[in-house]
T-cell receptor
Framework: DAKTTQPPSMDCAEGRAANLPCNHS???????VYWYRQIHSQGPQYIIH???NNETNEMASLIITEDRKSSTLILPHATLRDTAVYYC????????????FGTGTRLQVFP | NAGVTQTPKFQVLKTGQSMTLQCAQD?????MSWYRQDPGMGLRLIHY???????DQGEVPNGYNVSRSTTEDFPLRLLSAAPSQTSVYFC???????????????FGPGTRLTVL
């Protein structure tokens, strides 16, 4: 699976959009981009995933660049409860899942 | 649905002791896995299973055993605990597609283990 690079930390004001970047310059054509988050030592929680098209669900939007070498997770209206570590993972949807978690981005939402 | 449950939530062991971390899921997921998370680090895969009777090693399997006798349960055994196994342990489960790939994973709340 391709390696991802994320900033170690970010801040965001409550009510504003949080944009979390991820670089995956060595991603291959059949690898998906997944985002999980981990709120204060709880188990990781799935957020969203995509292959090449932009995706949106009730939690977030995922924007993938046309060359697929980077992506951005957008939380449109961040709340204090969105304070967490966000992990960007790339993986092939083939065979058993072996999610490779890096150190992620620690997002701090402040009032 | 309770989702993925783990017991105990906290455990303190002495070096050399053995114990079993329990994991259960009620979603009829074929795939289950165990991760460990050390302070300031991401999760690392210990063992996984794609169905009852089938297990395989992940990234850091040494010192741990698993078995999968039912779809619901996937216990993790520490045979002789060492301080290096002090960590937070997460269990996860997922559906498997017809092609064998996993869907999104659901994680349990974790077990915090300290080995003295």
């Amino acid at each position: 699976d391709a390696k991802t690079t994320q900033p170690p930390s970010m801040d965001c004001a409550e009510g504003r959009a949080a944009n979390l970047p991820c670089n995956h310059s060595t991603i291959s054509g059949n690898e998906y981009v997944y985002w999980y988050r981990q709120i204060h030592s709880q188990g990781p929680q799935y957020i969203i995933h995509g292959l090449k098209n932009n995706e949106t669900n009730e939690m977030a939007s995922l924007i993938i660049t046309e060359d697929r070498k980077s992506s951005t997770l957008i939380l449109p209206h961040a709340t204090l409860r969105d304070t967490a570590v966000y992990y960007c993972i790339v993986r092939i949807l083939q065979g058993p899942d072996k999610l490779i978690f890096g150190t992620g981005t620690r997002l701090q939402v402040f009032p | 649905n309770a989702g993925v449950t783990q017991t105990p939530k906290f455990q303190v062991l002495k070096t050399g002791q053995s114990m079993t971390l329990q994991c259960a899921q009620d979603m009829n997921h074929e795939y289950m896995s165990w991760y460990r998370q050390d302070p300031g680090m991401g999760l690392r895969l210990i063992h996984y299973s794609v169905g009852a009777g089938i297990t395989d090693q992940g990234e850091v399997p040494n010192g741990y055993n698993v078995s999968r006798s039912t779809t619901e349960d996937f216990p993790l055994r520490l045979l002789s605990a060492a301080p290096s196994q002090t960590s937070v342990y997460f269990c996860a489960s997922s559906r498997l597609s017809a092609g064998g790939s996993t869907d999104t994973q659901y994680f349990g709340p974790g077990t915090r283990l300290t080995v003295l």
